[in-house]
């Protein structure tokens, strides 16, 4: 068992761990964070995305022991006070998500996108996505979604970050 | 206003977004403490006896409680195959497999562990001894090697009689077409895997969390390989990551974990991998199709033939009994005088194959809309114009087919149009025209693909498809639905909600949908074959409508007035005298004094057709082959729509997954029956980069077989935009000479297309054409 201090959602934690626990295992069985899902075995799918340090990586493939000193934000950590955070609204408002496996994942991910590039086409939204993978919506409004957060962030500025005003989390 | 037919957003979906659904691997259960975790051993080999599994190794290892083989199992009957009638009964499976392996996955053994790391260490020493046998691969195995040596044969059976085929049935065609086409093996590979948790009270009941399209019906499939009575078995459904089609009944391995469970005297546990999902999962698709057409050179299409074979993989499950349905949509909308279609169905060494989105009509499309494409170039007219040519005149009585289905409604010649038009179609041929001309590296594809499809099936002839609701109005305002679908993905919290609140005057946030609890909802046919609206949100429409006339009684009682009197006051969701808005009782009220609950089932007359047309736009480089997708146009005719978001979104992921099918997705096997796309690093499953945003055109014909006017959508992507996109891959090389390319059409196989052609009709065969 090695221990490790990191921040989670901006909670400090510290826990003892094997060192193989993978972070995604980590922030699910041991903190009861099961937003993050496994989706595959090869890094493959994004389901597990979570933020590193502002970073959007692939939980999965990151190990617990790694993780030790830096700050991680998942899906649960981004909404607050009951507001949704502007890209998980624009996921409802663009009905970019079907059965949700995948969407917590593709949040992170798109939250990672737009902090890197604020204004992105089309085009760089599909590939900033790619690693990130959904079976039920075809992308298109998983796109349009990004699109729309985008547009929405320009009004407020330039920085999606962790706890904007946004729509009410009940419908 | 009504609600009905607007963009309603997801009450589903905060959850979803910020603590993220409640998956079977998530569920947090006091009576699944200490749960022991289970891990298969799999074969890896595609076709072998097992000599010996010895075990005693994994007993050793860190954290193994238990390991249970198919011995441990002999007191649990096989699993006969599907369609016992008709396919061979000898060809059938243990829950572990005993004295054969027959695919690389089959499971041999489960290892029972504490921690479900200590299982992934302890299957690799489980010792198994297999001695290999010939694998038994592709559509025209044989008998040299038997997957079941009881049956004799590695053909399962057969639909139609293949004595049958009328030697003469193109006579009289001025021209005649034939070709061999793939229907390539596709997974399903839902983002959630299989799962499952079980528990058996001390009073011998199980409850049991699985991931399913139908709580009952995994309940019943449970029931029977466990050789317990049904009334033993609570089947909670969490949810559900995906499923298209391949998540209904009980599997194996769901099994195995609940008689573990009971064995051990403890809580089980199992979560696959995606390594396991992609090789043990059932399978799609799977069929190889000998299509022949003939007809006048004008442009008529006089007579069909479809012989297919359905490779049913290793055991003969659903995938066995899919090629009914391809027959029953063999001539889709098209009026062909004379038509024929018969399935073998074999068995080989591969995964089994099970229902994937749209189970057996996309394979009849595909087939179809093939041959038209085959039947056009041929005669040298625009394919579009022979669809025009083909296609049934427009109906509302329904129109038997000589397969036998019965389309409810249709107008399939301004489907096409509207497509066509939606897409620009002239100008692309002028485009197509302009850079055959001049020789472009880039060449453009027009792919069109007409089809009809069948939703809402019942379970057989002569029984009309139901479903069952429950609504119930609470003191506080608040109102539950219980249904008999089993949402994973299509948002019914939300449309069944809206016709409840249709109904009954109360907000869509106000109203809780249950599904997927067998001892709540004990009857239900579940989510799947685009079925769900037109009957289970039907019968919420008719419980609520129910609801309110009981309501209306009580109503006249506590307003002391004649029920003929009452009005309901939606906005008030409140009854009030007519012409006095003083003399009222709300719903809350007469919920308060007796509960206001009422269920009922609603009964269609059949099963709806839905129908349209894709139209698929791609550039082919043909130095390289590659193949970009530009465009996919659709009209999608599901009758009325309830909610424009929900549907746009089952269109959206329908030709996503078509369209991935036609040029990306194939599960592949080496000669000796081993994966070779067991991870998504090797399965080339979509990503957002290979697919455009959809171009979506809307066109409603409703069915009188509900009263939503509603037919099914969340197949019907699926349907028209793979052979939309085949056909436009194959038009834009069709001037170099290339009749057909097998799915997928990826870049090696488009290379190869235009290299055989220009090696046949010589390298400048595209200038001269234009």
Known sequence: MTRIELTVNDEKRSDDVEPRLLLVHYLRDVLGLRAANVGCDTTSCGACTVLLDGKSVKSCTVLAVQAAGHEVVTAEGLSSGGQLHPVQAAFRQEHGLQCGFCTPGMVMAAVGLLSENPHPTEEQVRTGLEGNLCRCTGYHNIVRAVLAAADASSGGGDQPGRNPASAEVTA | ?770
Not at chain 2, 732 to 741: D, F, M, Q, W
């Open chain 2, 1 to 770: 206003m009504s609600i009905l037919g607007t963009r309603v957003l997801r009450t589903e979906d905060p959850k979803f977004l910020t603590t993220g659904g409640v998956y079977t691997e998530d569920v947090v259960d006091e009576r699944l403490g200490g749960a022991y975790h289970v891990t298969f051993v799999r074969s890896p080999i595609a076709h072998a006896r097992i000599t010996s599994v010895d075990v005693s190794a994994a007993l050793e290892a860190p954290g193994v409680v238990a390991v249970i083989t198919g011995a441990d199992l002999a007191e649990l009957p096989a699993i006969p195959p599907a369609a016992a009638g008709l396919i061979n009964p000898a060809m059938e499976q243990r829950l572990l497999a005993t004295d054969k392996v027959r695919y690389v996955g089959d499971a041999v053994a489960a290892v029972v562990t504490e921690h479900p790391y200590q299982g992934e260490d302890a299957v690799e020493l489980v010792q198994v001894d297999y001695d290999p046998l010939p694998a038994v691969l592709g559509y025209d195995p044989e008998d040299s090697s038997l997957l079941f040596e009881a049956a004799g044969t590695n053909v399962g059976g057969y639909w139609g009689d293949p004595s049958q085929l009328k030697a003469d049935l193109f006579d009289g065609c001025e021209v005649v077409v034939s070709h061999t086409i793939v229907n390539q093996r596709v997974a399903p590979a839902p983002m959630e895997t299989r799962a499952a948790a079980a528990v058996w009270a001390d009073n011998g009941r199980l409850t049991a969390w699985i991931p399913n399209q139908g709580a009952q019906g995994t309940k019943a499939e449970m029931a029977t390989r466990l050789g317990v009575e049904a009334s033993q078995i609570r089947i909670i459904t969490p949810d559900v990551g995906g499923a298209f089609g391949a998540k209904f009944g009980a599997d194996p391995e769901h099994v195995v974990v609940a008689w573990i469970a009971r064995h051990l005297g403890r809580p089980a546990r199992w979560t696959e991998t995606r390594y396991e999902n992609l090789i043990a999962m059932t399978h799609g698709r799977a069929q190889q199709h000998t299509v022949t057409i003939g007809g006048s050179r004008d442009g008529n299409v006089q007579a069909y033939r479809l012989e297919i074979v359905q490779d049913a993989g290793a055991y003969p499950r659903i995938g066995a009994v899919l090629p009914m349905l391809t027959i029953l949509m063999t001539t889709g909308p098209y009026d062909i005088p004379k038509a024929e279609a018969i399935a073998k169905v074999v068995v080989t060494n591969t995964t089994p194959i099970g229902a994937y989105r749209g189970a057996g009509r996309p394979e009849a499309t595909a087939a179809l809309e093939r041959a038209i494409d085959l039947f056009a170039t041929e005669i040298g007219v625009d394919p579009a114009d022979v669809r025009r040519k083909n296609l049934l005149a427009p109906f509302t009585e329904p129109h038997r087919t000589a397969f036998g289905a019965l389309y409810d409604t249709g107008d399939y010649v301004v489907a096409l149009d509207k497509a066509l038009a939606a897409a620009d179609y002239p100008a692309l041929r002028k485009e197509q025209a302009e850079r055959r001309a001049s020789g472009s590296v880039r060449q453009l594809g027009i792919g069109v693909a007409s089809y009809v499809e069948i939703t809402g099936m019942g379970d057989g002839e002569g029984t009309p498809p139901e479903e069952n609701a429950t609504v119930e109005v609470h003191p506080d305002g608040t109102a539950t639905i219980l249904t008999g679908t089993s949402p994973h993905g299509q948002g019914h919290a939300t449309a069944w909600a809206m016709l409840a609140s249709d109904e009954l005057g109360i907000p869509v946030e106000k109203i809780t949908l249950k599904w997927g609890d067998t001892d709540l909802i004990p009857e239900g046919g579940g989510t799947g074959g685009s079925r769900s609206l037109q009957q289970g949100g039907a019968a919420v429409q008719q419980a609520a409508q129910e609801l309110v006339e009981v309501a209306k009684q009580r109503a006249a009682a506590e307003l002391e007035a004649s029920a003929a009197d009452l009005v309901f006051d939606k906005t008030r969701s409140a009854f009030n005298v007519a012409g006095d808005p003083e003399a009222s009782v709300p719903l809350t009220q007469l919920a308060e004094n007796e509960r206001l609950v009422i269920r009922t089932v609603f009964s269609q007359p059949g099963a709806t057709f839905p129908f349209g047309t894709h139209v698929a736009v791609t550039e082919v480089d043909t130095e390289t082959g590659k193949v970009t997708l530009q465009r996919v146009i659709t009209v999608d005719d599901a009758g009325v729509v309830l909610n424009p978001l929900l549907a746009e979104g089952q269109r959206h992921g329908g030709i996503g997954q078509g369209a991935a099918q036609a040029f990306l997705e194939e599960v592949v096997y080496d000669a000796d029956g081993n994966p070779l796309t067991a991870s998504f690093a090797d399965y080339p499953i979509v990503s957002a980069t290979e697919v455009p945003s959809y171009e979506l055109a809307d066109m409603a014909t409703p069915t009188s077989y509900n009263p939503l006017g509603a037919k099914g959508i969340g197949e019907a992507g699926s349907i028209g935009s793979t052979p939309a996109v085949q056909n436009s891959v194959i038009d834009a090389v069709a001037h170099l000479g290339v009749r057909h390319i097998d799915m997928p059409v990826s870049s090696r196989r488009v290379w190869e297309a235009i290299r055989a052609a220009r090696q046949e009709h010589g390298p400048r065969a595209g200038s001269e054409h234009s």
